[in-house]
């Protein structure tokens, strides 16, 4: 699922065109327990509506019903079948928008969001804080961004370092990529990241905490995801688990975008895109962008 890209400012992302990962991983993968733990999160963290909600790395929707607050919900993968899938979930309507497009080059108005959302994606991210810095820019003052984590520094890693069953430390604030584009990230540097690219971090829940196969075979689902919801208020004193979730508020600029600005720019140029045109978005620049099947696709013009 790797598309290398060789560019500064193209990282190399990890691909699931073509992949069945809510089947497989979702459906019939024994997640129940991961699942209902996500929800509780969210549940915690979600700000309680607004006009404008980006779901960042949305897969097939699992998450998407989640936000019923919002008005309007951009759900954004570099998937093209990913987004197929996501809204043969959740059907056409003017309440969600499907964009395919990379993290790296996010094609949105400046200050346009009131909320954003990035859950189980940031482990594939080579370059992180450009990620973050692109998700910062597209949010308005005042915006809540919700992330979710891989952490490095969890019990099991800690364990496994104690006992010399692994090199790498999970005290040192470095991601670690544990197999190709696949990272796990420290608290600290996380926090960090955050402050810099200009988040102001609110509260942290711990997730996860008993992903181990044989609790989830003798624990029933229900109680093991209130067990979870339990030990995850501790987020705020110390992060051991799995998935961390962080809440932030988008503090400084841009300025919030202007009420006639329309939701799309050029993910090249950052020129604002108008009306499309014969499912076309064309820019100024030269450049042109392609609707297909309702799934507007920035990945590559046409």
Avoid at 135 to 147: K, M, S, T, Y
Avoid at 279 to 296: F, N
């Amino acid at each position: 699922m790797d598309k290398p890209q060789n560019t500064p400012d193209r990282p190399p992302v990890c691909d699931y065109e073509g992949s069945d990962y809510q089947t497989s991983f979702w459906d019939q993968g024994g997640r129940a327990y991961e699942d209902g733990a996500e929800e509780v999160a969210l549940k915690r963290l979600l700000p309680p509506g607004g006009k404008t909600m980006l779901e960042i790395g949305a897969g097939a929707g699992r998450n998407t019903p989640r936000y019923k607050n919002f008005d309007t919900i951009v759900l954004m993968d570099y998937s093209s079948t990913q987004m197929q899938q996501a809204q043969a979930r959740l059907g056409r309507s003017e309440r969600y928008i499907y964009v395919a497009a990379d993290v790296y080059r996010l094609p949105f108005t400046p200050g346009y969001f009131e909320a954003a959302t990035m859950i189980r994606v940031l482990h594939h991210m080579a370059e992180p804080v450009l990620a973050l810095k692109q998700i910062r820019q597209v949010l308005q003052p005042g915006a809540v961004f919700i992330l979710e984590y891989a952490n490095k520094h969890n019990f099991k890693a800690i364990l496994r370092y104690l006992l010399k069953r692994q090199e790498w430390s999970p005290y040192t604030p470095e991601p670690v990529e544990y197999i190709p584009l696949n990272y796990d990230f420290h608290p600290k540097a996380i926090r960090a990241w955050l402050a810099e690219v200009g988040f102001d971090l609110e509260r942290q829940l711990t997730v996860s905490h008993y992903r181990i196969g044989l609790l989830k075979k003798l624990i029933p689902t229900k109680l093991l995801v209130w067990m979870d919801a339990v030990a995850s208020l501790t987020g705020d004193w110390w992060q051991f688990s799995p998935s961390v979730f962080t809440r932030s508020q988008a503090v400084g600029g841009p300025e919030k975008a202007a009420p006639e600005a329309g939701l799309f720019c050029c993910p090249e140029c950052k020129a604002p895109l108008g009306e499309p045109e014969n499912e076309i978005l064309a820019c100024s620049c030269g450049l042109r962008w392609g609707i297909q099947d309702g799934i507007y696709n920035f990945k590559e013009p046409v």
